[in-house]
Every structure is written in C-alpha cells, then in structure tokens.
C-alpha cells in the first residue's frame, strides 16, 4: 500500500470530523487554551452556543491577573492604558481609570455604518458597511477565548456577557472598513465592547431572517436580561486591544480554502478523464525524484480520485498508450498540477499553524504576567502572523483559480479536448454554443482573482501620531482574501459543471464509437469479400477515429460525411494492392467504393443520432468514473438536479418550461445553483463525509501503474 504522506488532505478531513461533532453537540467550551478551526466555523457559521469551561483553574487565572494589576496600581505605578494615555498620548496620566477606558471607547468607535445596514434592503448603490454578522460572532468568540487566558485582567463577568450575546446570536453593527490592525483591531472590537456597555447608538441584532430584530445596545441587552457591564481599570484596553476580528474572519478564510484546495484536486481528476488523458504524470515515481510534500500529495490524491475510472490510461489496468496518435503528453494544466498546487497545500498547512497558535495567543497589551507578578508592555497585537496567514491563502486561491481556469479553457476548446466538440455542445455546433460564455466569465473571474491576489501588507501607512508606524493592515488582508475565495468560488461551481459536461459527453462519444465499430466492420464484409479479420478493418477504423475527432466542429450530417469521405483513400489503395474483389467477385471499382463510402456514411450518421438520443434520455457516466469524480458527478447530476445540457432545446422560453419533466434553465442559473452548494458546505459535506469513496483516500496502491 502507498504510505505517502497527505498532510493536507488529513488536516483539512480532520476539521470537518470535528466540526460535525461540534453541530452533533450544539455547543463548545471556551477555556482560553483549546479554541480551534472548528470550534469558530461552527460558533461563526452554524450557531452552535459557546460557554465558558469555567473551571477552578481558569477562574484563579482570570482572577490572578486581576489582582495582579491592582498591585501596581495600588502603589501608584504608571501602567499604560490603565493610568495613561494611548498610542501617541500615552504622555499623560489620570487618575480617573474608569473614565479612561470610556474615553478608549469613545474615541475608538469612529467608523462608518449607515442605515442600509440596519435592514435587509440593499437596492441602491451603497453596499453594506458593516461586517456581515458571522465574522462578528468569530471575533467576539475569539476575544472572549483570549480574555480567559489569565494574561489580561479583565473580570470574568465581561467574558461572560460577550459569551452570552453570542449564545444568543445576538451581535453589533460593525464598520467594516476602518482598522489598521496595528494595535489589535482597535474600531472592530470598540464596538463589541460598546455593545456589552450598552451603548444606545450601537445598534445590534438579534436572530436571522423574519425573526431578525434590529435595537439599540441597551434594549438588546434588557430583552436578554442583561445588565451593561462598567469596564474597570484595563477592561476597555483588553477587550479592544487584539487581534480577534483578523484571526477569525482569517479562520473562516482558511476552512473555506482548506475545502477550495480538496475540491481543485478532484476537479483536475474529471478534467483528466473528460479529456481522456494520459495520467502518468501522477505516476509516484516523478514525486518520489522530487519528493516535496505538496507534490507527493497532489499525486497521490489524484491517483485515489481516479482510482476505478475507465477514461483515462496509465492507471490500472489501462496501460499507456506508446502509439497515441496528437499530442503525447498533457498540456501543463493537467500534467504539471501537483507540482503547480504542491506550494499551494504547504503554504496551507503554514497558515493552518499560525492561525490556529493565534486564536488561543494573548494579543492584548500591556499584558499581565501573574508567574512572575509584573505586568510587560509589548507588541503582541501586531496581527502579522495573520496577515502573513491571508496573503499566502490569497495568493494559492489565485494558483487554484488559475489552474481551473486553464483546465476548464482546455475543456471547451475543441481544438485541445481530444475531439470533444466545440463550446461542449451535445446537438449540433452550429447553432449551440453552449459553454462558450462560461470560458468568458472564467477569464472575468480570474481576471478579478489575479488583482486581488496582490499583497496589501506592502501598503502599510503611518499612523496614530506616528506611534503605529508600522502595522499589519490584516483584517483589511484577510478581507480581500474573502473576496478571493467569493471567486474562486464561482469558478469552482464552474469548473464543475464543465466538467460535468465534458464527461457526459466523453462517454456518449466513447460508447457511440464502441457501438459504431462492429456496424462498420459488417458494413465493409457486406460490400468487399475480406476476412472478418483483414487488415483492412483495423486501418479503416483507424482512419474513422482520427477523423471523428478532428472533425466535432461539424454538425452530425457534415461530420459523417466527412468521416466517411476520408476512408476513401485507404479503401481504395487497400484494394489495389491486395487484389481484393466485391462480394460479385468483381474488382473493386471508383464507383464500388464510392458506394460503400456512401454505406458508412449512413451508418455513422444513423448509428449516432439514434445513440445520441438516447443518451440524451439516460447518461450510463458515472459507471465509467473513478471513486471521487463519480462521487462529485453524482452530488451535481442527481442530489443538485443539475442535467446533462442537450442543446439550444434547453433555452427556456414563454410557455416551454419544462423538458421531459424537468425545468428549463438558463446555464449561469444550474452554475448558480452549484456555487451555492460550494459556498453553503453542501459539496464539501457530500465529499469530506463520504465514508467509501474518500475515506481510504491515503491507501493507494501504486502497482496499477504502467
């Protein structure tokens, strides 16, 4: 059995096991230690209610750093933040230390949301300023998670309240644009922090949907029966002064593309058999030479994924073909994708590690040490680790995007496909164009996905008095990476359904040509008097199949005439050379084959509307499939309802709505109904919790290969 590593693969099935067990719960615990990937899609994305393991350890911590401080402040120590100005100002001294976190507050909560914000309706041209509502539940859950460290003398009731808003998914109107992510995400969390204080002009909302009610921070809390919590001394600074709304939109960021990654792999195992490619490339022995851990992984997954498929050679028992005639290797897209993603899925595992060490970090200042009794001044709020994290995610999204792109141009373009028609039309290519918009909204799609894939991390500005001078500019980072995955996103959703089509149509052409060959043999014996087994068979089909695929830009009465037309020349040559005579006994004339060129042509041109149609009516696809490609074309055809496209017969019109009992629809709205399964978890759940296809995806053997 192949024992090669597939780090990725198992860490990203190993985040979805435990986020199942996390929904299967309905709740985590939050203890400042054990926060993961998991736990905060799962409290962001699924409302699954967080609370607090308050355990006699965690209690004695929180309640240490309190004291702690207290010390300091109790002989008169000057401690930033608690005692002192901010940033730039931290010259000055109070002794108003409740006054002072309110100030912190104040002027923190500076940024922009506007009424659209507040409903649901967005008809004009003013987008949403507010971070949607699960990014905001992430931040409050990883601000609470850090608080209950022990490091950042806040009182566990104020843990306890913003625990509690998110429980009852309730959660503020966040700016979405405003921070710098220098010294924590200042504005995001100010109004975390006005929200649990209560403040009237924070608005907030509680449920989703018909339910949703939008009030003022105080109402909200009062129909919680909740009473606004009085920061104390540093409780204001520790609740702003962090990197939660970085790390947990970056979280979301990285479970999405963990998926993305998975997704892209199996999609170039399809685009593999639609073009009825020669897979040695994913051969372990080039990966062994060569043996970066991504590289041997991507091999390795794809050989699963193919694992059983009759549509491609040189895996299993379909040995390569040594006499192929075109092209004899793949172009880059397919041959080169383990080494094109191998960077993509280690920079990956990178930002797993960072972003997850960030999520139970403490990331306020000054932070308290109770060990050693003193309390440091520091830079642990510089959200570099995750800016670092979004980049190299945003920057595999667009080697992902690329490589889907380039596969699925390859897909419809028939003069790469290996005689798959033009546009992946099934009826006619001259009046059915049929993917050739999807090849436009790719290059769109990528286009947009290759700007943002520029780093904004070098575009850092001073700030605040020049005191944050250098900052990590990461939630602005991670929200483009957001945008990225929206992309990238889109171009998978695409990228499946071309797929989809290409390996419909590979096998109706396939199992017509299966079917066509017995039919011609008997159309030439009728007409010539050769051997069943007469060399003359094998050229003639040899000519056959050359032609077919060259010429799937014609329409079928054109293409079986041309076919049929270019046997002629081996007919007659065949023939003369070997003496061979008509079933009369007579030699073989201009006029005898002339006719029997005419006896194919018929064959063809019958033998294939009638196939088609009935491929039309039932696609055999999937028993030809390797275990995950069938596994993805079955989630589109049959659970999504997503059909074989036959044609122009497809355009709905008024009053023709239907076809043979199913809807009508234009193609970007069945594309539009696979991205929302990528992007509401359907398509990843149908893969990740498939318990054969997938579940031994690392025991491959490796002795299929020739």
Avoid at 99 to 122: C, K, M, P, R, Y
Avoid at 176 to 202: F, H, Q
Avoid at 341 to 354: F, G, N, T
Avoid at 495 to 511: E, G, N, S
Wanted: with cysteine; proline share 5%; net charge negative.
């Amino acid at each position: 059995m192949d024992s090669r590593p597939h780090p990725h693969f198992e860490q990203t099935r190993e985040i979805w096991r435990t986020l199942q067990r996390h929904l299967q719960r309905g709740n985590i615990s939050v203890d400042g230690q054990s926060l993961d990937i998991a736990g905060v899609v799962a409290v962001s994305r699924h409302d699954c209610k967080p609370s607090i393991d308050k355990t006699p350890a965690l209690v004695k911590a929180v309640e240490e750093s309190v004291s702690t401080l207290n010390k300091y402040l109790g002989d008169g120590s000057f401690l930033y933040g608690v005692n002192t100005g901010f940033g730039g100002s931290a010259d000055v001294r109070t002794k108003d230390l409740w006054g002072l976190q309110v100030a912190l507050i104040q002027h923190t909560q500076s940024a922009v949301v506007i009424g659209n914000d507040f409903t649901n309706e967005h008809d004009g041209e003013l987008r949403e300023h507010a971070l949607p509502s699960p990014w905001v539940k992430g931040s409050m859950l990883v601000r609470a998670n850090t608080n209950l460290r022990g490091h950042s003398a806040i009182g566990l009731p104020v843990a306890e309240a913003i625990i509690n808003l998110v429980s009852n998914d309730c959660t503020p109107f966040i700016p979405l644009r405003g921070t710098i992510s220098a010294s924590g995400d200042l504005m995001p969390l100010s109004y975390v922090a006005g929200s649990v204080m209560g403040n009237p002009d924070i608005k907030m909302q509680i449920g989703k949907g018909k339910n949703r009610q939008v009030l003022p921070a105080d109402q909200a809390l009062s129909s919680l029966n909740m009473q606004p919590v009085i920061l104390g001394p540093k409780e204001g600074l520790a609740l702003i002064n962090g990197t939660a709304p970085s790390a947990a939109v970056a979280t979301l960021a990285l479970y999405d593309t963990h998926n993305l990654a998975v997704v892209s792999q199996i999609l170039t195992a399809m685009a593999a058999e639609g073009l009825a490619a020669n897979v040695e490339w994913a051969h372990p022995f080039l990966s062994d030479v060569r043996p970066h851990v991504g590289q041997v992984e991507v091999a390795q997954n794809i050989r699963s994924f193919l694992s059983g498929s009759k549509l491609v050679t040189s895996l299993g028992a379909r040995v390569k073909d040594r006499f192929r005639v075109g092209i004899v290797q793949e172009r880059y897209a397919l041959r080169t994708s383990p080494q094109w993603l191998s960077p993509v899925l280690e920079d990956l595992l990178l930002a797993h590690r960072q972003i997850e060490t960030e999520l139970n970090s403490t990331t306020d200042n000054p932070i308290v040490n109770v060990g050693d009794g003193d309390v440091h001044s520091g830079g642990n709020f510089q959200a570099t680790a995750i800016s670092s994290a979004s980049e190299k995610i945003r920057l595999g999204l667009q080697m992902i995007g690329k490589m889907l792109f380039s596969q699925t141009s390859e897909l419809i373009n028939n003069a790469m496909n290996n005689g798959l028609p033009p546009n992946l039309s099934a009826d006619d290519p001259s009046l059915s164009f049929c993917l050739k918009g999807i090849d436009v909204n790719m290059a769109a799609y990528q286009s947009e996905l290759a700007f943002l894939a520029n780093p904004v991390s070098s575009h850092v500005q001073s700030a605040e008095m020049h005191n944050q001078s250098i900052n990590s500019l990461a939630l602005i980072t991670t929200r483009y990476t957001m945008q990225a995955i929206e992309i990238v996103s889109l171009m998978t959703a695409c990228a499946l359904y071309t797929t989809c089509q290409a390996l419909d149509l590979r096998v109706m052409h396939m199992t017509f040509l299966e079917g066509l060959r017995p039919l011609v043999d008997v159309t030439v014996t009728g007409h010539l008097r050769i051997e069943k087994d007469s060399p003359l068979l094998d050229l003639l089909w040899k000519d056959i199949l050359t032609s077919w695929n060259k010429t799937s830009h014609h329409d079928a009465s054109e293409r079986a005439a041309q076919v049929a037309s270019d046997t002629v020349a081996v007919m007659a040559t065949f023939s003369a050379e070997n003496s061979i005579v008509t079933r009369s006994n007579s030699p073989v004339s201009i006029n005898d084959v002339q006719m029997l060129r005419e006896s194919i042509e018929k064959i063809i041109l019958q033998t294939y509307v009638k196939h088609r149609a009935s491929f039309f009516a039932h696609q055999p696809t999937e028993k030809y499939l390797g275990k995950a490609t069938k596994l993805c074309y079955d989630f589109v055809r049959h659970t999504l309802g997503v059909p074989f496209h036959r044609g122009l017969v497809e355009q709905p019109q008024p009053g023709d709505t239907e076809l043979d009992g199913r809807p009508k629809k234009t193609i970007g709205s069945w594309v539009s109904i696979i991205y929302e399964a990528v992007r509401d978890g359907r398509l990843i759940d149908r893969i990740l919790g498939d318990q054969h296809g997938l579940a031994n995806a690392n025991k491959t053997t490796t002795n299929g290969y020739h």
